[in-house]
């Protein structure tokens, strides 16, 4: 079992920026690639990064790429987002995700996720 606590969510002006972080307890949180997505209302939920288990191997959505990076620390037990260059369309409820079996963009790849955090762009 993994529990997940996302953190950092705000509202913010477009152009600004935002740092996400994800807190994982319970087990070993290198034994998971994880995996940030989100949702804004009424669309279905989107992927946006993830990361292997040592963090050597990144993937970004195409959407955030150059603009979004995703990293951990596993040794605090944290998962991060780092957002720049924020735009209104990035306004949604982002989620972490933790799979035991690899990196993957899809939202059946992950076996445990996080409540959410709110972030608000606006124009």
């Known amino acids: 079992q993994v529990q997940l606590v996302e953190s950092g969510g705000g509202l913010v002006q477009a152009g600004g920026s935002l740092r996400l972080s994800c807190a994982a307890s319970?087990?070993?949180?290198?034994?998971?690639?994880m995996g940030w997505f989100r949702q804004a209302p009424g669309k279905e939920r989107e992927f946006v990064a993830t990361i292997t288990r040592s963090g050597v191997n990144t993937y970004h959505a195409d959407s955030v790429k150059g603009r979004f990076t995703i990293s951990r620390d596993n040794a605090k037990n944290t998962l991060y987002l780092q957002m720049n260059s924020l735009k209104p369309e990035d306004t949604a409820v982002y989620y972490c995700?933790?799979?035991?079996?690899?990196?993957?963009?899809?939202?059946?790849?992950?076996?445990?996720w996080g409540q959410g955090t709110q972030v608000t762009v606006s124009s």
């Open positions: 319970g087990r070993t949180f290198s034994d998971y690639a």
């Open positions: 995700a933790a799979s035991s079996s690899g990196i993957s963009t899809l939202t059946g790849g992950y076996d445990y």
